[in-house]
């Protein structure tokens, strides 16, 4: 079984910071793709950011130049540094993952629980 755990969401003022983590562990050989999404009230999910196992990172053109993805695959973990935050970054943000299962060694998508952001003053 595996389990992603975010954390670090939580209320901010616009033009303020914060920085989300998302932990995997469990029965995981090797994880491919991490990432970050988003889903605000009646909107559907977007994509935030994405990282591969490499480094390559991919962005939404609303987020580019403030958010930062990042990654330490020794500890199966995944960062999103948000700078610069907007009310219309305001959403749960969801951690995923395509990782394999060392027991079946098939390929999963993996989501969190989602962590709520809110930019207001």
């Known amino acids: 079984q595996v389990q992603l755990v975010e954390s670090g969401g939580g209320l901010v003022q616009p033009g303020g910071s914060l920085r989300l983590s998302c932990a995997a562990s469990?029965?995981?050989?090797?994880?491919?793709?991490m990432g970050w999404y988003r889903q605000a009230p009646e909107k559907e999910r977007d994509l935030v950011a994405t990282?591969?196992?490499?480094?390559?990172?991919n962005y939404a053109d609303s987020v580019k130049g403030r958010f930062t993805i990042s990654r330490d695959n020794a500890k199966n973990t995944v960062y999103l540094q948000m700078n610069s935050l907007k009310p219309d970054d305001t959403a749960v943000y969801y951690c995923n993952a395509a990782f394999r299962d060392r027991l079946s060694n098939r390929i999963y998508d993996g989501w969190g629980q989602g962590t709520q952001v809110t930019v207001s003053s």
């Open positions: 990282i591969t196992s490499g480094g390559s990172t």
């Open positions: 469990g029965t995981i050989s090797s994880i491919n793709a």
